[in-house]
Nanobody, 121 residues
């Protein structure tokens, strides 16, 4: 099974950009559907978007559509979350998740430890 490690979080001003990375171990990364989730303080974890394992199709939550882009590099065993036009309400801990030959809509069985994104106004 893959292990997932996120990186790239930090503090950014509203309107700015960040790119998160999620590096995977293991030999079968290319067969994993990969998702991004986030959890803000006092709120439940929410789905941000996902990328399929079969055709690299993507799906996004309405709140981030047009601002966030998910991509994957199977050779590097890494999935990315490019976040543009960031808003203070995007502040959260961001998690990547994976599921072998899974659906983009989940469920996901493998999770990273999370990376903090803070957007200042």
């Amino acid at each position: 099974q893959v292990q997932l490690v996120e990186s790239g979080g930090g503090l950014v001003q509203a309107g700015g950009s960040l790119r998160l990375s999620c590096a995977a171990s293991g030999r079968t990364f290319s067969s994993y559907a990969m998702g991004w989730f986030r959890q803000a303080p006092g709120k439940e974890r929410e789905f941000v978007g996902a990328i399929s394992w079969s055709d690299a199709g993507t799906y996004y939550a309405e709140s981030v559509k047009g601002r966030f882009t998910i991509s994957r590099d199977n050779a590097k065993k890494t999935v990315y979350l490019q976040m543009n036009s960031l808003k203070p309400e995007d502040t959260a801990v961001y998690y990547c998740a994976g599921q072998w030959r899974g659906s983009m809509m989940g469920p996901y069985g493998r999770w990273g430890q999370g990376t903090q994104v803070t957007v200042s106004s």
